[in-house]
């Protein structure tokens, strides 16, 4: 599904798209390079891929409750 956007840019952008994109391809084009930046669709695959591996899975473990033993032993 596509959604609108309305966005502001300065006149010699506007121009700039115009000349080196072409009017009607704009909103592919930002998409388009927008799309790497906010779209991280193998995110939760490699989450959870990753939480099948043991030994990381208890190294992680250990990690924290060693930092929250720390924590715990800081005076405030």
Do not use: N
Not at 17 to 25: A, D, E, S, Y
Not at 55 to 69: D, G, H, I, Q, V
């Amino acid at each position: 599904m596509q959604k609108k956007l309305t966005i502001t840019v300065d006149e010699e952008v506007y121009k700039g798209l115009h000349k080196t994109i072409g009017p009607r391809k704009i909103s592919k084009f930002v998409a388009d390079l927008v799309r790497p930046h906010v779209v991280r669709p193998g995110l939760d695959l490699a989450y959870s891929q990753m939480s099948k591996d043991e030994k990381r899975e208890a190294e992680a473990l250990k990690w924290a409750e060693m930092t929250f033993k720390d924590l715990a032993r800081e005076k405030r």
